[in-house]
């Protein structure tokens, strides 16, 4: 079998769509991430980002491989997971370097504008590394009617006056396009059969001493001792989020289409906003629900079955 091909078994496992178990699993990942946002604020204060991402990698790492070593799961790098593991891991640490810096230079809604494209690079992706993940044109609607979801509660962006907010922008997308490729890697290549503890190890320990190295480049550091606001957000970051939630994601990834996974991403920054207006009052405007109706009837469209029309174009 030549490295295009795809048997029927493996082609079926690629474009899974999500059962009604799974759905559930992912929207409470996507609210889980959304109130990561508001953690991050929170902490931020105390810990800056950088030194916070670096922080909960490397605490994650430990507690991912105790909990992996509790139960028997084998973490041998002899299995050809090395690689792709290594490539997953440095497209993890990268992305988050990107997002940082983006945040740095251009504006919080643009960036979550330019971030958010990283659904349609996973479909693109998926058209060249899994072809059985393929979607049809009916999806394609429903994935830009969920961004337009999007731009609507975050407002389009207008042309970059500042040259800095115009290469802001261009991270937001490189980091974008950094999420989008580390879930195609895990996909096509042998971390699709690995245990999602090591598949997220590799990314944490890979990751940390980027972030790290980053870290004191950017000369962050912890002036005084935190306060317990900010250790409490740092330790839901690091347990729930980390640890817990992308271990939850990557076996999710492995199971069903990552296309139609992909699109429920688009959720995360609403419930951000939510979370936003619930912990932090910030306030909600009218777009807010307009937005949450086109992103919720883009998902629907993502994950109906196809018609056999649309079957066919997807997997051809």
């Given at each position: 079998m030549t490295?295009?091909?795809v048997t029927h078994?493996?082609?079926?496992?690629?474009?899974r769509p999500?059962d009604?178990g799974a759905?559930?699993?992912?929207?409470l990942?996507c609210?889980?991430?959304g109130?990561?946002?508001?953690?991050v604020?929170?902490?931020?204060?105390?810990?800056p980002?950088?030194?916070?991402?670096?922080?909960r990698s490397v605490?994650a790492?430990?507690?991912v491989?105790?909990?992996a070593?509790?139960?028997?799961?084998?973490?041998?790098?002899?299995?050809?997971?090395?690689?792709p593991?290594?490539a997953?891991g440095a497209l993890?640490?990268?992305e988050f370097?990107?997002?940082?810096?983006?945040?740095e230079?251009t504006t919080a809604?643009?960036?979550?504008?330019?971030?958010?494209t990283a659904?349609?690079?996973?479909?693109l992706?998926?058209?060249?590394?899994?072809?059985?993940?393929?979607?049809?044109w009916t999806q394609?609607?429903g994935?830009?009617?969920?961004?337009v979801?999007?731009?609507?509660a975050?407002?389009l962006?207008?042309p970059?006056l500042d040259?800095?907010?115009?290469?802001?922008?261009v991270?937001m997308l490189l980091a974008?396009a950094?999420w989008?490729?580390t879930?195609v890697v895990?996909k096509a290549?042998a971390?699709s059969?690995?245990?999602?503890e090591?598949?997220?190890?590799?990314?944490l320990?890979?990751?940390a001493?980027?972030?790290?190295v980053a870290a004191?480049?950017?000369?962050?550091?912890?002036?005084?001792?935190p306060?317990?606001l900010?250790l409490?957000?740092?330790?839901y970051q690091?347990?729930?989020?980390?640890?817990i939630s992308?271990?939850?994601?990557?076996a999710?990834?492995q199971?069903?289409?990552?296309?139609r996974?992909a699109?429920f991403?688009?959720?995360t920054?609403?419930?951000?906003v939510a979370a936003?207006?619930l912990?932090?009052?910030?306030p909600?405007?009218p777009?807010?629900?307009?937005?949450?109706v086109?992103?919720?009837a883009?998902l629907?469209l993502?994950?109906?079955?196809a018609?056999?029309?649309d079957?066919?174009?997807?997997v051809?």
């Amino acid at each position: 079998m030549t490295s295009g091909e795809v048997t029927h078994d493996g082609a079926m496992s690629q474009s899974r769509p999500l059962d009604a178990g799974a759905t559930v699993v992912v929207l409470l990942l996507c609210l889980c991430w959304g109130f990561n946002q508001v953690a991050v604020k929170l902490a931020i204060g105390d810990i800056p980002p950088l030194l916070q991402a670096a922080i909960r990698s490397v605490v994650a790492a430990l507690m991912v491989a105790a909990w992996a070593r509790w139960r028997g799961v084998s973490l041998t790098i002899l299995d050809g997971t090395l690689w792709p593991g290594i490539a997953a891991g440095a497209l993890f640490g990268v992305e988050f370097l990107l997002f940082y810096q983006g945040l740095e230079w251009t504006t919080a809604s643009r960036a979550v504008l330019f971030l958010y494209t990283a659904p349609f690079f996973v479909v693109l992706g998926a058209r060249w590394f899994l072809p059985g993940d393929r979607l049809g044109w009916t999806q394609w609607i429903g994935l830009a009617l969920s961004f337009v979801g999007i731009a609507v509660a975050f407002g389009l962006p207008t042309p970059a006056l500042d040259p800095r907010q115009a290469l802001g922008d261009v991270a937001m997308l490189l980091a974008a396009a950094g999420w989008g490729a580390t879930t195609v890697v895990i996909k096509a290549s042998a971390l699709s059969r690995a245990s999602p503890e090591k598949t997220l190890l590799y990314q944490l320990v890979v990751s940390a001493p980027l972030l790290a190295v980053a870290a004191l480049v950017a000369q962050e550091w912890i002036a005084a001792v935190p306060s317990a606001l900010a250790l409490g957000s740092l330790a839901y970051q690091t347990v729930l989020v980390t640890a817990i939630s992308y271990v939850a994601w990557f076996a999710l990834v492995q199971r069903y289409s990552a296309s139609r996974l992909a699109a429920f991403t688009f959720l995360t920054p609403l419930f951000g906003v939510a979370a936003g207006h619930l912990v932090l009052s910030e306030p909600l405007t009218p777009a807010f629900a307009a937005a949450v109706v086109l992103v919720a009837a883009g998902l629907v469209l993502v994950n109906r079955p196809a018609a056999g029309h649309d079957q066919e174009r997807a997997v051809a």
